[in-house]
Each structure stands twice: as C-alpha cells, then as structure tokens.
C-alpha cells in the first residue's frame, strides 16, 4: 500500500516518528531529554505499581506473548490529540511523550494499550481490515482501563447517573475510532453499537471492569491465585 495513504487511514500520521517506517531507537543523548526521560522513569514505576498493568503483564506472559520494556514501549512524541497507541505491525506500544504529564495519565494509557496488546496475543485481531475487531477492542480497552472511571470522569467535569459508565466507554470507543480510520460517524456508531454488548461483557483478564484501584487489586489476587484453585478441586 502506498505509505502516505497508510499513514492516513491507519492514524500513523497521529505518530510522526512512525513515518516513513521510522521506528528507531532511542539515542542515549535522546535519552537524556526532559520529556523522554520523564515519560521512561513514568512507565517503569506504571509496571511496577499498578495492578491493572501488572495482571495484564502476567496475563500476556501466561499467554506466550511476554512483554519487553525496551522492545514492545516506545515513548515518542504524537500529534497533541492522542497519548498514546497500539503499532500492531512492530508489537510496539507508543507512549506520547509530549502529552502524558502525570503518573495517573500514564497508568491508564499504558493499561489502555496493554489491552490493545493483549487481544492482539490472544485474539488474532485483524487491526486493518476488519473494524468489527478494531472496535471491540476500543470498547474493552474504554471499559477496564479506568478510561470511564467515576474520578477519571469527574475530572473531566463529566457527570451521570444511569449507564453513564456505558455511555463513557461507547462514547470513547467511538472517538478512538474515528481517530486513526477514515470512516464517517454514522458508519463508525454502527459498528460500535453491533458489537457493543459482546464487547463491553468480555472482561479478560479481569474477570470483572475494575472500576478503581482496589477492584483492580482484587482482580490481580484472583488471576494470581487461579492456579492454586483449581488444582485443589
């Protein structure tokens, strides 16, 4: 396919380091910029403090795609309305140096991509060509991430009382999909709406939406201690 189109139909012009086929490493002297640095000290305490991205790590490790800090995370800086993004042609998770400024930020985009990665292992999603799986994948990764979480959504001034958590992740999902395809609104709300109880009910690995911090460690004791329960039935 011709790069430029690729770039626009697959949002990869949302990555401008992506250009071109440009995926090179860092540099050490690149390494010593503010935000760079910054945003590598952010996600090495992400996979070591938070629960949603330690069961995802372990979950992907259990399904044979174990994840590499160096290899599979890429802080780079994107166009100012993404923070980060899934490159299923590398494995590769982009963190949006330029736009990620606080941990709790960090924690969610990393958890949001990780999810991403993880149906990509285990679920063989055909990312270009089928927006059915593109879609389900957004809303699972709107609705266990803390995207639509009650203190995520109240800093944002976003208030609701009935099924504002769907309409969060619904709404979110959509966002996310007409950002990187070329499709128009009422196309892109089809899709989301065929598949949309299917996928906001798949909770893998989670076992469950974490809605905060806690669910979230319950569901990383649950998934660690799977094992042990069922070699004792």
Known sequence: MDQTKQEEEYGYDLFPERKNGNNKQQSFMSGLLTFNCKCRVMLQFAMETSPYAKL????????????LKDRHFSC???????????????????????NIHQQSHMNRVVTHELIHAFDHCRAHVDWFNNLRHLACSEIRAANLSGDCSFSTEVA????????????????????????????????????????????????????????????????????????RYYANL
């Open 56 to 67: 995802l790590l372990s979950a992907m490790k259990s399904s044979g795609c174990k994840v």
């Open 76 to 98: 780079e800086d994107c166009d100012g309305s993404v923070s980060g993004g899934f490159d299923a042609t590398s494995s590769q998770i982009v963190l949006c140096q330029n």
């Open 156 to 227: 944002r001034l976003n208030f609701g009382l009935k099924k504002h958590h769907q309409e969060c992740v619904r709404d979110r999902a959509l966002r996310s999909i007409l950002a990187v395809r070329k499709v128009n609104r009422e196309e892109a709300e089809k899709i989301v709406d065929d598949v949309f109880d299917t996928c906001f009910n798949d909770h893998a690995p989670f076992g469950r939406i974490p809605h905060s911090k806690r669910d979230a460690k319950f569901a990383q004791s649950d998934y660690e201690s799977r094992d």
